[in-house]
Every structure is written in C-alpha cells, then in structure tokens.
C-alpha cells in the first residue's frame, strides 16, 4: 500500500514538517541524534537535518524513502534512511537523544512492542515526540487509518511509555494540513515526554 502511494505524483503528506514537530523541536538539545518512525516521504526527518541534527529515518517503503533521500538533497542536507519493517528494526539500547513518531500508526500488539523499545532506545534525558490520530478521528474522516484499534489516546500511551515522564500531553480537534491525505479538522493526540 505504502509504495504505490509514496509512488503518486508529488508528495503524499507534503513538504513541510508536521506543525507540532516543527513548534516542539525548538527544545531539542542541538545536535541531537534523531529516530524517526514510519517517516515516509522523509518531510520530518528533512526539517531535523535543517535545524543540525543528525537524523534517520525508518519506513517500510523504499519508494518514499527514496523521495526522502532525494528531498534532502534539494533541501542541501543529508539524512540516513533505513528500509524496514518497524517489527525487524533495531532500536537499539540508549542509542537516541529524540525519537519522532508522527502519524505512526500500527497495529495494538506492534504498537505497544515498539514504544517499549523506543523508551529502552532513548537516552536518559532523551525525547519523545509523537503525534497520532484518536479514534474520535473517525468521526472527521480527514487523515488516518479507518479502524478504531489503530488509533491512539492520551491514557494508553502513558502505560505504553512507561519509564517516560509526559511533560506534555493533550488530546484535541486541530486543522491538520498535511498534503492530500491529512486535510482538516482531525482529532489528535499530542506528547511531548522525556525519559526518566
């Protein structure tokens, strides 16, 4: 599914960075060493690499990999991309200084495997960023997989990020414009958490 849609003309979700992204990474240490989940066409992980830090990005496809490669080159910078599937991939053990996961959305069991390895991967002081869909997003039918499980809350991803301190976290309507496929009102869950 991903190929033949990172395979469409343009860019799916656009060029620029997710909002939050973008207002959030302000408090990032400089020079940070950056993950980047389910990044896609690479839109986030170029804008990382914009500010100074050192950044890969990790998605399933390598067709939006490829378009990620080749952004970040129009844009005079350069990020790490790696091909996998996100239930393969080695976070590895107090490896990141940020871990950005926007929009990743997997299935419940996957989900909850990945953000346990994400707060082992992070660093003590270490930073989670995420944005993701709840499932009152299926009432505004703008962006997002179509199936309750899918989607994120505020509570679950507390126990899931266990060993994190949330040092914000919100659940809220917001326009979310983001190319083609994220375009209006949406329902979201915001975090901003620091490892312990």
């Known amino acids: 599914m991903w190929d033949k849609r990172y395979s469409e003309e343009g860019f799916a ?3 620029e960075p997710n909002n939050f992204l973008a207002r959030q ?22 804008s990382l690499a914009k500010l100074g830090h050192r950044v890969v990005g990790v998605d399933s496809s390598s067709v ?6 080749n952004l970040a080159e129009s844009e005079g910078v350069n990020i790490d ?27 419940p069991a996957l ?3 990945v953000h346990q390895r994400v707060v082992k991967g992070l660093k ?10 709840t499932p009152k997003q299926l009432e505004y039918k703008t962006g997002g997989p179509p199936i309750t499980e899918m989607m994120m809350c505020l509570d679950d991803l507390m126990e899931e990020f266990d060993g994190l301190d949330f040092e914000f976290g ?10 083609k496929y994220h375009t ?7 975090v901003f958490a620091r490892k312990k």
């Open 13 to 15: 979700y656009g060029t």
């Open 25 to 46: 990474s302000k408090k990032l240490n400089p020079n940070s060493n950056i993950l980047c989940l389910a990044e896609g066409e690479g839109r986030n992980a170029v």
């Open 64 to 69: 939006g990999l490829e378009k990620a490669k």
């Open 81 to 107: 991309v790696q091909v996998a599937d996100l239930k393969d991939y080695d976070i590895g053990i107090e490896k990141w200084d940020a871990v950005v996961s926007i929009f990743a959305h997997l299935p």
């Open 111 to 113: 989900r909850k495997d």
């Open 124 to 133: 003590k002081g270490g930073v989670l960023l995420l944005e993701a869909y």
């Open 170 to 179: 919100i659940e809220q309507e917001r326009e979310v414009i983001e190319g």
């Open 184 to 190: 209006g009102k949406a329902y979201t869950v915001q």
